[in-house]
């Protein structure tokens, strides 16, 4: 069984950064595709990044730039790096395994 749980959310100044963890548990964790979603308040939750299982990363246009995914294995952990926030960046922010399993999601929110 999967879990994963989000954190590093918070409230940050348009231009600031933040890092989002997504810590897993379970045995399928250094073995399966991760992704970052995000989804903004009365909108759909939209694909940000993604990491192959052999360490391939791929970007939105919106956060390419700006955001970085990473992982470190012997922590069970992948990272969302997040530069130059900006306000339409406000999102609760969730971390994804193989495309089947979600942590609980992490607010993030950018001021002006």
């Known amino acids: 069984q999967v879990q994963l749980v989000e954190s590093g959310g918070g409230l940050v100044q348009a231009g600031g950064s933040l890092r989002l963890s997504c810590r897993a548990s379970?045995?399928?964790?250094?073995?399966?595709?991760m992704g970052w979603y995000r989804q903004a308040a009365g909108k759909q939750r939209e694909l940000v990044a993604e990491?192959?299982?052999?360490?391939?990363?791929t970007y939105a246009d919106s956060v390419k730039g700006r955001f970085a995914v990473s992982r470190d294995n012997a922590k069970n952990t992948v990272y969302l790096q997040m530069n130059n926030l900006k306000p339409e960046d406000t999102a609760v922010y969730f971390c994804?395994?193989?495309?089947?399993?979600w942590g609980q999601g992490t607010q993030v929110t950018v001021s002006s």
């Open positions: 379970g045995r399928l964790f250094s073995f399966n595709a």
């Open positions: 994804n395994m193989a495309s089947t399993y």
């Open positions: 990491m192959t299982r052999v360490g391939i990363t």
